[in-house]
């Protein structure tokens, strides 16, 4: 299957830009999320869908969801936390997280870990939807030697309690959207990621 960034965006920007006010931006190296009239939007050169660059407003008036140059991991990853997240976190930068990088200690990969099983098994759908490989991340490849198949685990324990009780309300119309986009039947089932899971997930 072929896979455009573009397509993404603009299924993104469909979705939820009239209703949330918000827009999925290739971004560069890094990712980050900017609420509307951020004070750090004016720095930041961002693409439209026809990749014509431009600099955003200095008081730009939408929410911006910046994914890592093009990646459709780094989008999902991204949208994944922007669907977690509440509606007095999506009015601060990176939804007030406190992100410390690679070379964690134990207590601060625990604590990484901790954030980021909802938003994993979130993004774990989003691939299954769009019928692409997940990647399990620890995201600690220079610090504490954390227990991959462990955090694998508590993220497919997260994913069974959504296929039960429901996704997210956001998380579960972009999911939608995927399937129909990329012609994956729903609703999505643990055979779904159980089959990922086999084939098609990598560790880190």
């Not at 600099?55 to 977690?84: D, K, M, P, T």
């Not at 976190?89 to 070379?103: C, K, N, S, T, V």
């Not at 980021?116 to 220079?142: C, G, Y």
Request: glycine share 4%; charged share 20%.
């Amino acid at each position: 299957m072929h896979y455009k960034y573009q397509d993404l965006i603009q299924l993104f920007n469909d979705t939820f830009f009239e209703t949330f006010n918000t827009r999925l931006i290739k971004g560069g190296d890094e990712p980050l999320y900017l609420p509307a009239k951020s004070l750090l939007a004016n720095s930041l050169p961002t693409s439209n869908l026809l990749e014509t660059t431009a600099l955003v407003n200095e008081f730009c008036e939408y929410h911006q969801v910046i994914f890592a140059r093009g990646y459709y991991a780094s989008a999902f990853h991204e949208i994944s936390h922007w669907c977690q997240a509440g509606k007095a976190r999506r009015l601060l930068e990176d939804f007030g997280y406190w992100y410390i990088p690679d070379g964690r200690n134990e207590l601060q990969q625990k604590k990484f870990e901790q954030v980021e099983i909802i938003p994993q098994a979130i993004e774990w759908a989003f691939n299954v939807a769009a019928q692409r490989k997940f990647h399990v991340s620890s995201d600690n490849l220079s610090g504490f030697e954390a227990d991959a198949h462990s955090f694998q685990k508590k993220v497919l324990q997260q994913v069974q309690v959504f296929l039960a009780d429901g996704f997210p309300v956001r998380a579960n119309q972009f999911i939608t959207v995927l399937a129909q986009f990329y012609n994956t039947p729903l609703p999505l089932t643990i055979e779904n990621f159980s089959k990922i899971k086999e084939e098609n997930v990598c560790l880190s």
